[in-house]
């Protein structure tokens, strides 16, 4: 076999994931060389609200009400609402135990099992707490439990989450929000000492509670528990879009926002047979080792502490008994452990809202989505002038595309009937398969097509070239698809991007644009059509809005529409790659498509959960498209 055999054989045999770690490798130590330059230079809760979206501006009068109260041996259980944003109401359980007080209090926030506020493991330990003279404060996360969509608990993250992205939010800095209020409301009631403030909670409810305890100085004492890795563990790990800071990794690891809580006391606990990866032990211990200088400098070493269970990913009553002589020896209660068996209640038994109990209508993810995007359309629509130069610019910030990214060989491979096939190989090294199949007549027109698989490919075309993007096709990583499982498609690729502050979307407009500058120099083609399928179809329009080196485009069952249907986590139309943070304060996809001034088939365009647009809708996007295209100019 000759050199060149050899080369074409590895370049055939390329593995996809293991060019999407090096990247990534290279981009997280970019990332570290970035934040060592930057350290001590910003406050840690700083970049925390930049980041997440947090303004405490946002919050609005408490206005609490007590919608019912049931009484316990020892304490008292009071079912309340309370605002947080203006117009945003919490639903929350308040335990008060016996006796005159001020006691302390304690944030108790739940993770991600069943049931929200009142969950098993919720109530297990807000009853172990409140016996021991804790005010104990348990509420819905944004989106979970009376928050989700007809006050119905469900999984906040997936498309949800990446709706708020859209609309200019995340999901990390919604529940910040909500967990300042809390602290807020703990330290206004006259039965809470407000020098005694404490927060605990378990897995997505640890993390809450990591970020809230760094940001709110009120909180003495946290316990963190089967929650602490380190944020470059997430990378391509499957955890909620909750526990995502876009762009973190280039400002932060999780040892600093720890290390924010010094000289506060700060209890981690960790699972040894803990299933979640970004959890295991080895990364709690990397984050701890990393957090320890930051308590040093203070010359408090003694207020950070780990202590590793003999269990699986829980919150085991060994644990929260942990957790409460944590709590005793650092914002201690006066009050004995009053002793009594634990029954947890039905959930139903903890909702706030019900028959005769008051207003229980609670702003949702959909809600706030379709609010936004309300907004937006009014905005848009009130602008006389539409600058084409600067909407292209902001677009192209907003996906994070890099004009940089440029083929650097070619390598053919096989010839199987009148079809071809090559790998090119980008600067930043990752492979893109091409197939294609190119006539005499080809110098008149190439089609370039976008599929998601292959039963969208045809073999009876001619002068056509399909093209694998990152994760798709050929460059399929079977261990993520496979971590992927009950979320939306891409879900693990689209947060691990957003870490490191690039985005999936971009990635493949920028791979396009790759394709599109080879395909003219090499081959010379008169015209150049883009067919796109789903996803792919979204990244056509993008590239059609941004750059004029394309006669046309071909869009199948592109996502026109943002409604969001109540099945929308369990379609695999579309992905979590579709959500481009600020595309409704941007201009909506309706000025995606007015700035792409070229011929546009929209083919069975759908909304977010692949449901197909009707005529009604499709005719009121392109009257719109119409509109706007009058408005823009140079």
């Not at 970035?34 to 979206?53: M, P, T, Y």
């Not at 760094?214 to 990378?235: C, H, M, N, P």
């Not at 699972?271 to 970004?278: P, V």
């Not at 309300?374 to 600067?390: D, F, G, P, T």
């Amino acid at each position: 076999m000759n050199a060149n055999n050899q080369e074409s054989q590895m370049i055939g045999d390329f593995s996809s994931q293991i060019e999407l770690q090096n990247w990534m490798k290279s981009k997280l130590e970019q990332a570290a060389s970035v934040r060592e330059a930057a350290s001590g230079s910003v406050a840690v809760s700083a970049v925390i609200a930049r980041l997440a979206g947090v303004d405490p501006q946002k919050l609005g009068q408490l206005n609490m009400r007590t919608l019912d109260i049931l009484e316990f041996k020892g304490y008292t259980l009071h079912k309340i609402l309370f605002q947080s944003q203006h117009g945003v109401d919490i639903s929350a359980n308040l335990y008060v135990p016996e006796g005159i007080g001020p006691f302390p209090a304690i944030l108790n926030s739940h993770g991600h099992w069943e049931g929200g506020k009142g969950g098993a493991i919720v109530q297990q330990t807000a009853n172990l707490l409140v016996s021991a003279g804790y005010v104990v404060l348990c509420i819905d996360a944004w989106g979970s439990g009376e928050r989700g969509t007809g006050n119905n608990h469900e999984y906040h993250g997936g498309h949800l989450a990446g709706a708020l992205l859209q609309a200019s939010e995340t999901l990390l800095g919604l529940q910040l929000l909500d967990n300042l209020q809390s602290i807020n409301l703990l330290c206004a009631l006259d039965f809470v000492d407000s020098a005694r403030i404490g927060a605990v909670g378990a897995s997505g409810g640890g993390n809450q509670t990591m970020w809230i305890s760094a940001f709110d100085q009120r909180i003495r004492a946290a316990a963190l528990v089967v929650s602490v890795g380190t944020f470059s563990g997430y990378l391509l790990q499957s955890n909620c879009m909750c526990e995502l800071l876009p762009a973190g990794l280039q400002q932060i690891e999780a040892c600093d926002v720890i290390g924010a809580i010094a000289p506060r006391a700060v209890k981690i606990i960790s699972a040894a047979e803990e299933q979640i990866a970004a959890f295991k032990v080895d990364r709690m211990r990397k984050a701890y080792r990393d957090a320890v200088p930051h308590f040093n400098d203070l010359d408090v070493a003694e207020k950070i502490s780990f202590e590793i269970f003999e269990s699986a990913h829980d919150f085991t009553i060994e644990m929260q008994q942990s957790v409460l002589r944590f709590f005793k020896q650092t914002i201690p209660a006066e009050q004995a452990i009053t002793e009594h068996e634990f029954t947890p209640l039905e959930v139903d038994k903890l909702r706030v809202g019900g028959p005769n109990q008051g207003p229980t209508r609670l702003m949702t993810t959909r809600d706030l989505f379709k609010q936004r995007e309300n907004e937006a359309v009014v905005k848009l629509n009130l602008r006389n002038e539409i600058s084409k130069s600067e909407r292209r610019k902001a677009l192209k910030n907003l996906l994070k595309t890099n004009e940089g990214i440029r083929v650097e060989s070619s390598h053919p491979l096989t010839i199987d009937s009148s079809w071809q096939t090559s790998r090119l190989k980008t600067n930043d090294g990752q492979t893109i398969p091409l197939r294609y199949n190119l006539s005499a007549s080809a110098k008149e027109k190439i089609t370039i097509s976008l599929t998601m698989d292959a039963a969208e490919r045809s073999d009876h075309l001619t002068d056509t070239i399909y093209v694998d993007l990152l994760g798709v096709g050929e460059r399929g990583i079977d261990t993520i698809d496979r971590q992927d499982i009950g979320l939306p498609q891409f879900h693990t690729l689209t947060r691990s991007f957003m870490w490191l502050g690039e985005s999936l979307m971009g990635r493949w407009v920028s791979e396009l644009r790759a394709v599109v500058v080879f395909v003219r120099k090499n081959f010379q083609p008169g015209q150049i059509t883009i067919i796109g399928h789903r996803d792919l179809a979204l990244v056509a329009l993008f590239y059609g809005s941004l750059y004029s080196d394309v006669q046309q485009l071909v869009l199948n069952a592109v996502v026109l529409s943002h409604y969001l249907p109540m099945d929308l986590d369990c379609t695999p139309s579309q992905s979590m790659a579709i959500h481009v943070p600020g595309i409704l304060e941007w201009g909506t996809l309706v000025l995606v498509g007015a700035l792409a001034d070229i011929p546009v088939d929209y083919i069975a365009p759908v909304d977010i959960g692949g449901g197909k647009m009707d005529d009604t809708a499709i005719k009121t996007f392109n009257r719109q498209i119409q509109v706007l295209r009058k408005r823009i100019v140079k």
